[in-house]
């Protein structure tokens, strides 16, 4: 993972006076698999439209795979991207989907997608509107690994999945990424799923970037700390809280500390995980928008 696959500086999209997204900087690299986590209305889909080229930005710049972003043959080769709905022709069925993929696609892998779905038991011949929802999932999913992306770019793909289509799915997911050579970047609200197959973790908040980077020094750098509640603002210089519950007399804080910064004394520290810490980002920003 020494290349960067993605990277934006200040990228924003504005509706009006309203931003979708706005001030975005984010750094992805390459080989990894990047959890884009946010609440509804936080950017995520925005910022994958604009990663893809199905939108312009109204600010900044974007570079992926060393490219701006664009609908032209030469960048869309390179991506391959599953928007929220699993974007299907209900009325057709697997075979009729892999015949147009082959058609539009100079890198398709024909054998390559008839395996994978024979291997999950989903039968070509069968409307896709006739399959259940993590079968249509993983339809669109093989389709788009069919294309042999070097970037792959998923929007909620398994909100609507049960437990055992969504831990299927995301096998899958890992599988496609441990043949090498591929970059994943998938939005959810499910962060116990995304924890399970990412090493690398975007925050995305009031339609700004939160937190960007990989999850080992993420998880490394943030403690919970308990302690009297007098010494909260009394923690000194290279602690940011970024997230307090106060009780009667105990605070409860989420913080980032710089490295070599030493704690004073009287505070117990915990490990947080990630979800604690994405969900600590989130009310920040939440808690920032509403002063």
Known sequence: ?????????????????????????????????????????????????????????????????GKMPQQHEDFLSDIGYLAQEIPLYKSLNAADHIKMGKHLNKRFDEEFIKDRLKDLDIPLGRPVGKLSGGQRAQVALALA????????????????????????????????????????????????????????????????????????????????????????????????????TQAARQSTLLVRIEKGTKLPSGWQQHEPNIEEIILAYMGQAKEGGEK
């Open 1 to 65: 993972m020494g290349q960067t696959a993605i990277q934006t500086k200040g990228l924003g999209k504005r509706y009006g006076s309203f931003w979708a997204l706005e001030n975005c900087n984010i750094s992805v690299p390459e080989g990894s698999v990047s959890a884009l986590v946010g609440p509804n209305g936080a950017g995520k889909s925005t910022l994958l439209k604009l990663l893809v080229g199905l939108s312009t930005a109204s600010a900044g710049n974007s570079a992926v795979l």
């Open 145 to 244: 690994l069919a294309k042999k992306p070097k970037l792959l770019l998923l929007d909620e793909p398994v909100a609507a999945l049960d437990p055992l289509a969504r831990h299927d799915f995301l096998s899958s997911l890992t599988q496609a990424v441990a043949e090498g050579g591929l970059t994943v970047v998938m939005s959810s609200h499910l962060l116990a799923d995304l924890e399970r197959v990412s090493d690398h973790v975007i925050v995305l908040a009031a339609g700004k970037t939160q937190l960007c980077d990989n999850i080992e020094p993420v998880l490394h750098e943030h403690k919970l700390l308990v302690g009297p509640r007098a010494d909260a603002k009394n923690l000194g210089d290279g602690v940011t809280v970024i997230h307090e």
